[in-house]
């Protein structure tokens, strides 16, 4: 019996011989690459993309500001306090010297006979009320400024979604 090349065994066996060499250095050459097709954006999709980056910024943006402002309320509060916690005494002792100058001052309007005695006790109130006013705003002054409250930040206006658009309508 002679062989032939074209009995239906042979041809499958040169095919798949074909096949196997054809796809496997095909297969060793490629390196995966992407060919994914992308659509192109329509206009909604742009602009709902530009919304979203402008949202996430806004909200960023708000969210530093509010802390910002936080940790410069903390700071105020606690410099608020240690200004009145050292005026508290300069206070304190401008009182004393008002109540000792009354006393002072009524004890010698009840000791009076004169007119000229109750103008001189009068006369000596006022001027030891003025030398303890000037003697409490030198020493408030000494202190420096009060502290100032932090103002609040603006945040700004929050983005404004893109509006869909409207879907075209099946006409009859």
């Not at 297969?27 to 742009?46: F, G, I, N, R």
């Not at 916690?85 to 000792?100: D, H």
Request: glycine share 4%.
């Amino acid at each position: 019996m002679k062989a032939t090349l074209t009995t239906p065994r042979t041809l499958a066996l040169l095919v798949a011989a074909g096949l196997i060499a054809g796809t496997s250095p095909a297969l060793a050459d490629e390196t995966p690459t992407a060919t994914t097709v992308t659509k192109p954006l329509t206009e909604y999709q742009s602009a709902r993309a530009a919304y979203k980056v402008a949202l996430e910024g806004y909200i960023a943006n708000r969210k530093s500001s509010i802390a910002q402002y936080k940790v410069a309320h903390e700071a105020y509060s606690a410099a608020r306090k240690s200004y009145n916690e050292a005026r508290k005494p300069i206070l304190e002792t401008f009182k004393s010297e008002l109540a000792a100058a009354r006393s002072t001052r009524d004890t010698a309007l009840a000791a009076a006979t004169t007119d000229a005695a109750k103008l001189e006790a009068t006369t000596t109130f006022k001027a030891v009320v003025a030398a303890a006013t000037s003697k409490r705003d030198a020493a408030v002054a000494a202190l420096g400024a009060a502290p100032v409250a932090p103002t609040k930040p603006v945040l700004g206006e929050r983005p404004t979604p893109p509006t869909k658009p409207a879907k075209a309508g099946k006409s009859s």
